[in-house]
């Protein structure tokens, strides 16, 4: 178990994952698409020459070549910026890798409003919804470098193909080595009863945590889960948290229709209805910006998922 406090930005939590599993595993390859400086797979490039190909600027093409390969026998961890991985690779997803049973362990980076200044055409708002059409794939948006390095560990272990999230720049240190952190269940930061915050990824969750100071300085007693697996859903945290608060709040770096929110809303419309509401980007396009401007723009603020939690105790 590796220690990853010293790791500075996600993207070489993501390596090191997969460097160290590559190590130990030699039916694991390495894809990208002309992107290894900016994950840094290049890493795995200078381990392992033979198991590393850069597919170039062809993203679907990348996609339908790892289904080959997973086909040989091989597992692919393939890589491109997450607006390029969902929605230009979405029919050979489906088809080469969902549809035909392979497994390919696709890697979106920078998510969300993470893109910053590579601006709206490069902030996939909808990774998560187009990845959930896809039967039996994993989604994971780990919140923190250890987290990540587990996270992609189990995914492998797991033997089913994955969407794994995750920023380039910059490491949050939540969890230190030897936290308990297990695929497809959620890791309750804060345990209260006025109301449950449920956040997923680095951005959202960073927020949230800055939003419980707020909130307990105003007698609120609020709850804070880390969700890091998006599916499979851990629906016997998400029951306990809205059957012991009564009301919910829903922090995504992404679209509302299809994604974190709403899948649920819709289990809880079956199991334990409760009052919720959502922090997300709602029907907007991204835009050009730092990562503070652009979490002020879209309400992906400590203070303002405050707000929303407090309103919500009314």
Excluded: W
């Excluded at 790791?7 to 992107?35: G, K, S, T």
């Excluded at 600027?57 to 910026?81: K, R, Y």
């Excluded at 927020?207 to 100071?213: E, K, Q, V, Y």
């Excluded at 809880?268 to 401007?293: H, Q, S």
């Amino acid at each position: 178990m590796r220690d990853t406090s010293d790791i500075q930005n996600m993207r070489d939590a993501v390596m090191a994952a997969i460097n160290d599993l590559a190590a130990d595993h030699e039916d694991i390859v390495m894809l990208d698409a002309d992107l290894a400086s900016c994950l840094g797979s290049k890493s795995f490039q200078d381990k392992f020459p033979e198991r590393f190909f850069n597919c170039g600027i062809a993203e679907a093409n990348m996609v339908g070549v790892g289904a080959g390969l997973s086909s040989m026998g091989l597992t692919p961890f393939a890589h491109t910026f997450g607006c390029f991985a969902s929605r230009r690779t979405f029919d050979q997803f489906f088809l080469s890798v969902g549809y035909a049973h392979q497994v390919i362990h696709l890697i979106g980076s920078d998510p969300g409003i993470t893109a910053q200044l590579n601006g709206g055409t490069h902030m996939p708002f909808e990774d998560i919804a187009l990845m959930r059409q896809v039967p039996g794939v994993v989604i994971i948006d780990p919140s923190d470098a250890q987290s990540m390095y587990e996270l992609i560990r189990q995914v492998y272990e797991n033997k089913k193909p994955s969407y794994i999230r995750t920023a380039r720049k910059g490491a949050t240190h939540r969890y230190p080595v030897g936290t308990k952190i297990e695929l497809g269940k959620g890791i309750e930061l804060s345990k209260g009863k006025d109301v449950a915050i449920i956040a997923s990824g680095q951005t959202m969750v960073d927020a949230a945590s800055g939003a419980l100071d707020i909130l307990k300085e105003k007698g609120i007693d609020a709850t804070l889960v880390d969700l890091h697996t998006i599916r499979p859903l851990d629906t016997d945290l998400v029951e306990e948290v809205a059957s012991r608060c009564k009301r919910i709040l829903v922090c995504e770096n992404g679209r509302y229709s299809g994604g974190v929110g709403e899948m649920i809303a819709a289990h809880l419309a079956k199991t334990n209805p409760v009052k919720m509401d959502f922090v997300n980007v709602g029907e907007r396009f991204g835009e050009v910006g730092k990562l503070d401007y652009l979490a002020k723009t879209f309400g992906f603020t400590a203070e303002n998922i405050a707000e929303k939690a407090e309103a919500l105790t009314k």
